[in-house]
């Protein structure tokens, strides 16, 4: 149980709220990249949250394996994001948001193992 003692309640509605989000193509890609930056993205900061509270609570990980690939995926999810919105073409755009996606899977399996 790598995350037993710390407050992690919300990875899994930060994980099902990327997944639902990045599932819809045209709502970030016609409705949010309106904005001026991608820091301005509600997607991109529950993003940076959840990556900061990944990075807070594998600080005493022992298993640097664990630790290093779990770190790796949640930062590829706000990076992502903000790598698709500096794009131009709307394909580069959905293939970073793409990609968010597929690192929203690759953290969901780990962070049920790690919080048993």
């Known amino acids: 149980m790598f995350f037993g003692h710390l407050p992690v309640k919300e990875f899994p509605q930060h994980i099902q709220l990327f997944t639902s989000i990045l599932s819809s193509d045209n709502e970030l890609t016609l409705g949010e990249y309106s904005v001026a930056k991608f820091e301005d993205l509600a997607v991109w900061k529950r993003a940076y949250r ?11 990980v022992k298993d640097v394996g664990f630790q ?19 794009r131009d073409s709307p394909k580069e755009k959905a ?4 990609f968010a996606k597929g690192s929203t899977g690759e953290i969901r399996p780990q962070i049920y193992i790690g919080w048993k």
């Not at 293939?95 to 793409?98: D, G, I, S």
Request: aromatic content about 8%; glycine content about 6%; charged content about 20%.
């Open 50 to 60: 959840l990556c900061a509270d990944i990075y807070k609570a594998t600080i005493h």
């Open 95 to 98: 293939n970073f948001l793409k």
């Open 68 to 86: 290093d690939q779990i770190t790796r995926a949640g930062l590829s999810i706000p990076s992502n994001i903000a790598e698709g919105y500096e």
